[in-house]
């Protein structure tokens, strides 16, 4: 009787934890290296949590998004935000350059990473927008 109730009060707890897990979108326009890298962070240990995440790179920010792009390593990560958000793809999340960047940064579709997607305004606007979404600016 006893295993039961443990049981069951642990499959209460993934439920409940389930039930809390968030639809966050991390919008980062800052060029600082630390800035960028600390977002990564943070949304790797959101994916890790459960939580849904969408990343959306705009201005300098959409640089981590280049093939090419190689980054100042970071500690204690030993990592650069453009490979933290490799790892936060891997999880998971979704990626995608603001409108603007490719067409201004003399970039292509070509240019961008394996699951980096330009953004559509209005399903971004719509998606900003949703009632049960956190959006946090970097």
């Known amino acids: 009787m006893k295993k039961k109730l443990i049981a069951a009060t ?3 707890g993934a439920f409940a934890a389930h039930a809390d897990n968030s639809n966050v979108t991390l919008i980062v326009n800052s ?3 630390m800035t960028q ?4 962070v943070l949304a790797n240990k959101m994916l890790e949590q459960g939580d849904s995440v969408n990343i959306l790179l705009c ?3 959409g640089d981590l998004a280049l093939k090419a792009n ?3 390593t970071l500690k204690p990560a030993n990592a650069t935000p453009g490979q933290m958000m490799d790892g ?19 970039n292509t579709p070509d240019s961008l990473k394996d699951n980096v997607k330009p953004a559509k305004p209005d399903e971004m ?3 900003l927008m949703e009632p049960n979404r956190k959006v946090i600016s970097f």
């Open 70 to 72: 190689s980054g100042k």
């Open 31 to 33: 060029d600082s290296t």
């Open 10 to 12: 642990l499959a209460f």
């Open 37 to 40: 890298g600390m977002t990564m």
């Open 88 to 106: 936060a793809i891997k999880k998971g999340a979704k990626v995608f350059v603001c409108a603007l960047y490719l067409p201004n940064s003399g």
């Open 125 to 127: 606007a719509k998606q």
């Open 59 to 61: 201005d300098k920010a």
